[in-house]
Structure formats: C-alpha cells, structure tokens
C-alpha cells in the first residue's frame, strides 16, 4: 500500500478506519491531511490501523498529532490498531503514546 485510505466509515456509530502505508512519513502529508479533513468533520472516533505500517517519522508523527488535536473534545479519541513494538517506542519516546489509546 502505498497511501493512506478509509476503510470504513460508520456514521451510525461516529468512527472512522484509517489504514496507513507502510511507510507514514513526509510523503503521506497531503493525503493524509485530505482524507482526516475531509471525513471526520463531525466524528467522534478514529481507528488508525497500523497493521502495514513499517516505519514512522518526525512527519508521520506529527500528522498523527494534528489527527489528535483535531478530535480535541471530550467525546473525540484516536485510537491505533495493530501497533508494532518499535513504532509505539518512537511514539513513546516523542512523548506522544498517552495522547492515544492503543488496541
């Protein structure tokens, strides 16, 4: 996979599935922005699914963070799906693993 994509996208149920590429970095920018501006205008939850992802930036990061800050009220939260280890570790290290909730 090479860009991020929707998989589902449940209005009943306020959540939205987000599978990035095997590689979030700078060059899913654009895309990713896009897409979290686009479909969770009025969400409540977001599931990243991280099942392909390989490798994370400062960049992926920091879009993940803008997903974050996006969802900034009580009833909003950004969960990731199928973490690996080392990539919570850089999430972990950046200081950024209590901002989400991990499955």
């Not at 392909?52 to 990731?80: E, M, N």
């Not at 570790?89 to 950046?94: F, T, W």
Request: aromatic share 8%; net charge neutral.
């Amino acid at each position: 996979m090479i860009s991020c994509e929707t998989l589902e996208t449940m209005p009943g149920c306020q959540r939205v599935t987000i599978q990035l590429p095997e590689h979030f970095d700078y060059r899913s920018i654009h895309t990713f922005r896009q897409l979290y501006q686009r479909a969770l205008s009025a969400e409540e939850e977001v599931v990243v699914d991280m099942a392909f992802t390989r490798y994370l930036d400062s960049s992926g990061i920091a879009l993940l963070l803008c997903l974050h800050q996006w969802l900034k009220h009580p009833a909003g939260t950004v969960k990731i799906n199928h973490c690996r280890a080392d990539l919570r570790q850089i999430l972990k290290l950046g200081r950024c693993e209590n901002k989400f909730l991990f499955g």
